[in-house]
């Protein structure tokens, strides 16, 4: 497993984009940068930075899946929880 892997995966849906699945902080960042209109929150800019962080060991995926989630139910988009029973 690559150690920037997410535990488990995460289901996205967001109205534009359709369905995502987000499985690892580069997709989480990729996410993030292209499917946000506004980049300004305090949540998009927290999720980001911790992207980041990861490269440089100050941070675990466990605390971008985190990060990302709150950034994205924050901006109304809808996380499917189904799959973080696994």
Request: net charge negative.
């Amino acid at each position: 497993m690559n150690s920037q892997n997410f535990r488990g995966p995460l289901v996205i849906y967001d109205d534009r984009a359709g369905f995502s699945l987000i499985s690892s902080v580069s997709q989480a960042a990729d996410f993030l940068f292209a499917h946000w209109g506004e980049h300004d929150s305090p949540a998009w800019s927290d999720a980001m930075n911790c992207c980041s962080s990861v490269k440089l060991g100050t941070a675990t995926p466990e605390q971008v899946s985190s990060a990302f989630i709150t950034a994205v139910t924050g901006a109304g988009i809808r996380i499917d929880s189904t799959l973080r029973l696994y």
